[in-house]
């Protein structure tokens, strides 16, 4: 998309304009960012969390829903995404394509190999729309069996109906379009009342315009 520039690091999206994505700053974290050049205002942001301050941090976010045990050889190489929070004119794949190339320049320029995420659906339905998200898509997307993300509070998939008549919610597949595995089945948040389906993202397997193009300069 003409006009847009994505940036990383240390950043405060709350400086942007009246109608850019607004959350909570941290020093323990550092930001991804996409400006519309043109209007020259931020129009999606999400935080990362990086090896360097997990501890300082008091861990993952995800490790308050998910036991990550099994992820615990990639710690010193893998950084955490929080959610997009993004611009109501801007929610088109465009953005996420240019959001994949900033995160394929940050691995790169830190040395960092792995990107874990997690996608949120609503429980307002008891859980169905979450099963039938995570049976539609883990099948062909489901990680290596040691690399596993281990819910503390599982979503019971097998009393939950699991083939509703609508797709997975657009950032999953967005996030499975980069070359993210589903590496676990979903948690149950009760802080926000929603399931969590957990992501793992390797470097190697990013996909996307963007991202492989940046990539491919960078080779």
Do not use: K
């Not at 607004?22 to 129009?43: G, K, N, T």
């Not at 050889?73 to 959610?83: D, N, Q, T, Y």
């Not at 465009?94 to 429980?123: K, N, T």
Request: aromatic share 6%; glycine share 8%.
């Amino acid at each position: 998309m003409e006009g847009i520039g994505a940036t990383s690091g240390a950043a405060n999206p709350a400086r942007g304009a009246a109608n850019a994505p607004r959350f909570r700053a941290s020093a323990s974290r550092e930001h991804l960012l996409v400006r519309d050049l043109r209007a020259e205002r931020v129009v999606c942001a999400c935080s990362l969390l990086p090896p360097a301050i997990v501890e300082t941090a008091g861990g993952y976010d995800a490790e308050r829903i998910f036991d990550l045990a099994m992820l615990d050889v990639l710690r010193s190489r893998m950084v955490e995404l929080g959610g997009p929070r993004i611009d109501r004119g801007y929610r088109t794949g465009a953005i996420l394509q240019h959001l994949g190339s900033s995160l394929a320049r940050y691995l790169v320029e830190h040395g960092y190999d792995y990107v874990m995420a997690s996608v949120e659906i609503p429980l307002a339905d008891g859980g169905h729309a979450a099963a039938s998200a995570y049976r539609c898509v883990s099948e062909a997307h489901i990680s290596p069996e040691d690399l596993r993300a281990i819910p503390r509070q599982r979503l019971p998939l097998e009393a939950l109906r699991s083939f509703l008549p609508h797709d997975p919610p657009a950032l999953l597949r967005a996030w499975l379009d980069l070359g993210a595995w589903v590496c676990g089945e979903p948690a149950i948040d009760p802080a926000f009342d929603r399931a969590a389906i957990p992501l793992l993202l390797p470097l190697a397997r990013m996909r996307g315009r963007y991202a492989r193009e940046f990539l491919a300069r960078a080779a």
